[in-house]
């Protein structure tokens, strides 16, 4: 009879063990993990779905600036940046409003530019890259001068 005791006494451990598990895990798992209406997601908590989707909406895309900035638009794509948008360089459309529309993002400093344009061996050999302005002035013979910059030379719309 002595023998069943400790059988006996860590099966009560065993199901308080149990039983706290399902506690906390019915506590902390949120409500909609692994299943979305009759629909099993596995792990995948499906509330996420829609909580993303409400979120606002930071960048909506050049067809948005088109509405208003027409001609810029077809500019800008019928010339070397027609592949990057407006916002790239400009900041998302929520700087952009009837009350903010100063404060839009127009940086047209060299560093701007090298952020895309600068040599960098990672980069696909194909695509236009300078190594810096003094450089850039060597390679087409031209006096560099202090103070000068890409847009004295380039329209960020219609780079070339
Ligand atoms: C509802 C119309 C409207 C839309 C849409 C719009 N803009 Fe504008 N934007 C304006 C107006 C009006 C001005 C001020 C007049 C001007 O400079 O042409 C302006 C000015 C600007 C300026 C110059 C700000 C300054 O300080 O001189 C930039 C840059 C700009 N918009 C970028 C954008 C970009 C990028 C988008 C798309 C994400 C966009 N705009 C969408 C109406 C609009
Ligand atoms: C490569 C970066 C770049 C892209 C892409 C770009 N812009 Fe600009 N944009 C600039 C810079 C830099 C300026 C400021 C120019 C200056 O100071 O002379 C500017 C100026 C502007 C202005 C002020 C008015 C003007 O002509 O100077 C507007 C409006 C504008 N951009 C709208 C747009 C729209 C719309 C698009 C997309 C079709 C776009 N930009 C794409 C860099 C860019
Ligand atoms: C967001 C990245 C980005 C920024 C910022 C940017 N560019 Fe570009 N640029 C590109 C891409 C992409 C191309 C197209 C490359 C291609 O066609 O393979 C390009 C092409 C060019 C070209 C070659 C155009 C042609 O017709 O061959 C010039 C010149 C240029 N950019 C100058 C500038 C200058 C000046 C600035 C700063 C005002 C600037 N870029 C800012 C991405 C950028
Ligand atoms: C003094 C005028 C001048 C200045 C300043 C200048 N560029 Fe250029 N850039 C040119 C000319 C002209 C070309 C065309 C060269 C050619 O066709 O071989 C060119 C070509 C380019 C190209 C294309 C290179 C290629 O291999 O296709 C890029 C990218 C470029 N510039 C970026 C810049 C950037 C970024 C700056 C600022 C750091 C800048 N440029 C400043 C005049 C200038």
Redesign the pocket.
């Known amino acids: 009879m002595r023998h069943y005791n400790h059988v006996i006494r860590f099966a009560i451990i065993l199901t308080a063990v149990l039983i706290g598990f399902f506690a906390v895990r019915g506590f902390i798992v949120p409500e909609s993990f692994g299943v979305y209406g009759t629909y099993m997601y596995g792990y995948h908590r499906g509330n996420s779905d829609s909580e993303e989707a409400a979120q606002p909406i930071l960048y909506y895309g050049s067809d948005k600036c088109r509405k208003c900035h027409e001609k810029l638009y077809e500019q800008e794509s019928q010339?070397?940046?027609s592949?990057?948008a407006c916002e790239?360089?400009h900041a998302n459309w929520q700087a952009h409003n009837n009350n903010t529309r100063n404060k839009v993002l127009k940086n047209?400093s060299i560093e701007?530019?090298m952020?895309?344009?600068k040599k960098l061996s990672a980069r696909p050999a194909?695509?236009?890259q300078i190594t810096d302005i003094k450089q850039h002035m060597d390679d087409q013979e031209q006096e560099f001068e202090k103070g000068m910059e890409?847009?004295d030379c380039?329209d960020?719309h219609e780079?070339?």
């Open positions: 010339a070397g940046h592949k990057i790239s360089c047209g701007a530019c952020q895309c344009h194909a695509f236009p890409c847009l380039h960020p780079p070339l």
